[in-house]
């Protein structure tokens, strides 16, 4: 099942009945993310956790049957001098808030054939812990593109919801010749009864 995307700079939106996401459970396809010095991911995590967040980032309201705070990127090129390359949305008051599920997608003309296992969306989500007033790193890990329509399977779903902010750090891109390509990406915290 593929989720729609929404062709706005950004929404906050209260989810009414039909259209609540469906929260998928695994990482098909989903590989870790490796790099030659591990304090680059550390560094990069740090500064995207000190960074402004887009215009479409919020409180998470709950409606009759939840709520959600959605922002979509209206270009490839997103990021910013504290999170380089990065696309940044924020929920607060996510704490105590049921089946919260946050994931990134792809939100630029969806990839074919063999473009679509040479496309990924790389994403960290990261949950503010008010116990500890820092932010806890809640998942770091790049996604690839799988299947015919392409789709990719990202996302987090938390054991508890400790976390009074959670934060998404994600980018798309295809690779062309062996360089990335940055594409649209859109990032969604989500929570329902």
Not at 111 to 123: A, V
């Amino acid at each position: 099942m593929r989720r729609s995307v929404l062709k706005t700079n950004w929404i906050v939106a209260v989810v009414t009945a039909g259209i609540l996401p469906v929260a998928l459970a695994g990482c098909v396809g989903a590989t870790e993310e490796m790099t030659a010095d591990e304090n680059v991911g550390e560094a990069q995590s740090a500064l995207c956790t000190t960074a402004t967040p887009v215009s479409g980032s919020g409180q998470l309201i709950m409606g009759d049957v939840g709520g959600l705070v959605f922002a979509s990127s209206a270009s490839s090129t997103y990021g910013s001098v504290d999170c380089s390359g990065r696309f940044l949305l924020e929920a607060t008051s996510t704490n105590g808030k049921p089946n919260l599920f946050a994931y990134s997608d792809w939100a630029d003309t969806l990839p074919t054939g063999t473009n679509c296992m040479n496309s990924h969306i790389d994403e960290d989500i990261y949950g503010f812990n008010t116990g500890t007033s820092t932010w806890d790193t809640l998942i770091s890990h790049t996604v690839d593109g799988v299947g015919n329509p392409c789709s990719f399977n990202t996302g987090w779903a938390p054991n508890n919801t400790i976390y009074s902010k959670v934060r998404i750090a994600a980018k798309a891109y295809t690779i062309v010749s062996s360089t990335p390509v940055a594409k649209k990406v859109s990032d969604t915290i989500t929570a329902h009864f």
